[in-house]
T-cell receptor
Framework: GQQLNQSPQSMFIQEGEDVSMNCTSS?????WLWYKQDPGEGPVLLIA?????ELTSNGRLTAQFGITRKDSFLNISASIPSDVGIYFC???????????FGGGTRLMVKP | NAGVTQTPKFQVLKTGQSMTLQCAQD?????MSWYRQDPGMGLRLIHY???????DQGEVPNGYNVSRSTTEDFPLRLLSAAPSQTSVYFC????????????FGQGTRLTVV
């Protein structure tokens, strides 16, 4: 199946620092989604991107849909302890509404 | 709003046993899907449904069956559980073909011994 390469796999940062993570694919996607998962919970949607080149913000989060449709990045500004969790990118296809997920970025924030 | 509800939250099975993981959504979503999550591998699609009476296979369908008799419910059946099916299972739903934003349940942690 399709593969999404998400990096970095984990990050340990100081509170207040900015964070950047990205996903790349060998295939084109029509949608890029970013999710956050807390321990013992299901993923929660953070940002959805539908157009190549689109840049979207949600509070301290900013994500972009790569112009080639094969990549996306997520930035978190001024991190806080509640940002801790696993962040997943997902590429979406119109047919069948299938999502392909990256392997996740585990974010740890030191107060 | 309940959103997507999965039961049970935890389950231990013996090899060869069968069981059904339940999933229900109250948002009138057309699309429903099942994923499994294994350490370091993200989420992988097992089966999905584009509407009542229609189902299709995802990336890792072997060992699992699904049916969609109503819009609200999308159960996942393990006919003969194997240790390789030890995982966390997530059910998700979304509005339609044009909207791929999936809403997830809280997951079912399954252990097969």
């Amino acid at each position: 199946g399709q593969q999404l390469n998400q990096s970095p796999q984990s990050m340990f940062i100081q509170e207040g620092e900015d964070v950047s993570m990205n996903c790349t694919s060998s295939s084109i996607f029509n949608t890029w989604l970013w999710y956050k998962q807390d321990p013992g919970e299901g993923p929660v949607l953070l940002i959805a991107l539908y157009k190549a080149g689109e840049l979207t913000s949600n509070g301290r989060l900013t994500a972009q849909f790569g112009i080639t449709r094969k990549d996306s990045f997520l930035n978190i500004s001024a991190s806080i302890p509640s940002d801790v969790g696993i962040y997943f990118c997902a590429g979406g296809e119109n047919a069948g509404n299938m999502l392909t997920f990256g392997g996740g970025t585990r974010l740890m924030v030191k107060p | 709003n309940a959103g997507v509800t999965q039961t049970p939250k935890f389950q231990v099975l013996k090899t060869g046993q069968s069981m059904t993981l339940q999933c229900a959504q109250d948002m009138n979503h057309e699309y429903m899907s099942w994923y499994r999550q294994d350490p370091g591998m993200g989420l992988r699609l097992i089966h999905y449904s584009v509407g009542a009476g229609i189902t299709d296979q995802g990336e890792v369908p072997n060992g699992y069956n699904v049916s969609r008799s109503t819009t609200e419910d999308f159960p996942l059946r393990l006919l003969s559980a194997a240790p390789s099916q030890t995982s966390v299972y997530f059910c998700a739903s979304s509005w339609s073909r044009r909207n791929t934003e999936a809403f997830f349940g809280q997951g079912t942690r399954l252990t097969v011994v």
